[in-house]
């Protein structure tokens, strides 16, 4: 055999001995390598990815020419994380899952948190954090699926909160360095506009509210009972209302088109008494029963003439004093409202007269 021929089979025995030698190395057909750290190394020895275990999880970490890791993958049975890195910023971005199923994917800035986007039983949330890696902003979805905003402080605490409680109400809520809601708008879908003023105890204290019906601001106590409304109607009419420790109105002033006025309520809600001015500007003073039946008018005419009546009920007169001129007048009437006595005093002498049914003097003096 010549010296070239037997080159050759040199060659092909060396090969054939090489693929054998990685055989034995990865295992061979058939055979199972164990062992807690295996490497890829290139020509030079340089190690380009590892895979080992090591406390009870499994790691693949690739490396980049310099040596420096530039992403890994773990896994355990608390979950598995992706770290993707780079080379003046390790632990860039994390992506991770844990057992539960919950999602994560993390971005860092100088191995500082600066914005994270993770599912927490099927929830999505974001958070993302200032220069100086302080978490400042939330996005997110709440249990039901209705999403929300909320701006932090630079203690991380909500100060700024946008919401959708449901799906018919839209909140803008701002919060003090506790993070207790102190000043709340809402908006509902059919236009109802409302706008709450809390105390430092989380009591609703003042409503501002806009709707298709009326305006108006209420004012609670410490009880967060409402106190005080201001009101305006549709029509442009307003009114003012003080209620009592129960929450009823006892007072309310008001003015619409026939009158301005005050009523003063009793505990049923009934109006009892009224002090009014119609639109002639005559004065008006009604007293009323616990049916709101009219009992007693006292009123002052155009003429400056004074008048007092008393009703019975169905609002029939039985009484009348008046003065006109000066000179006063008693008129009695009998149950269909009819004058059957009646008493003048001028300023000389006094009349007294008694009437029939049909009004017709049968007793005159003098």
């Not at 770290?83 to 800035?109: E, I, Y």
């Not at 409304?229 to 209620?243: N, S």
Request: charged share 25%; with cysteine; hydrophobic share 35%.
């Amino acid at each position: 055999m010549d010296l070239e021929a037997r080159l050759k089979q040199l060659e092909e025995r060396l090969g054939r001995l090489e693929e054998a030698a990685a055989q034995q190395v990865i295992g061979g057909p058939g055979r199972i390598v164990q062992g807690s750290l295996f490497q890829l190394t290139d020509a030079d020895g340089k190690v380009l990815a590892e895979l080992k275990r090591e406390h009870n999880s499994v790691a693949l970490e690739l490396r980049d020419d310099q040596q420096k890791s530039r992403a890994s993958l773990s896994a355990s049975k608390y979950g598995a994380m992706l770290t993707l890195d780079r080379l003046d910023c390790p632990g860039t971005v994390h992506l991770a899952v844990d057992d539960k199923g919950h999602q994560r994917m993390l971005f860092h800035n100088k191995s500082k948190p600066v914005f994270s986007l993770d599912t927490t039983a099927g929830i999505l949330g974001m958070l993302m954090c200032d220069a100086q890696h302080r978490p400042r902003i939330s996005l997110g979805f709440d249990l039901n699926g209705h999403p929300h905003i909320n701006l932090l402080g630079v203690n991380s605490q909500p100060r700024v909160s946008i919401a959708t409680p449901d799906d018919e109400t839209f909140l803008l809520s701002f919060l003090d360095s506790k993070s207790k809601p102190r000043v709340c708008l809402a908006v509902q879908d059919d236009g109802d506009a409302n706008m709450h003023l809390w105390n430092r105890d989380c009591l609703r204290s003042v409503v501002l509210s806009a709707t298709d019906n009326m305006q108006g601001l209420t004012v609670c106590d410490a009880e967060v009972v409402p106190r005080l409304r201001v009101l305006l109607d549709k029509e442009g009419q307003p009114g003012i209302f003080l209620a009592n420790e129960e929450g009823k109105i006892r007072v309310g002033l008001y003015s619409d088109d026939a009158h301005h006025g005050l009523r003063v309520f009793d505990s049923h809600g009934k109006g009892r008494i009224s002090v009014t001015i119609d639109t002639d500007e005559n004065p008006w003073i009604t007293l009323s029963d616990a049916d709101q039946e009219t009992r007693v008018k006292i009123c002052l005419m155009p003429d400056d003439s004074g008048n007092i009546s008393l009703y019975h009920k169905g609002g029939k007169t039985r009484l009348n004093l008046s003065t006109f001129k000066g000179s006063p007048c008693l008129l009695i009437t009998d149950e269909n409202s009819k004058p059957r006595a009646m008493l003048t005093l001028g300023s000389e002498q006094a009349a007294f007269a008694l009437l029939d049914e049909f009004g017709n003097p049968t007793f005159e003096a003098p």
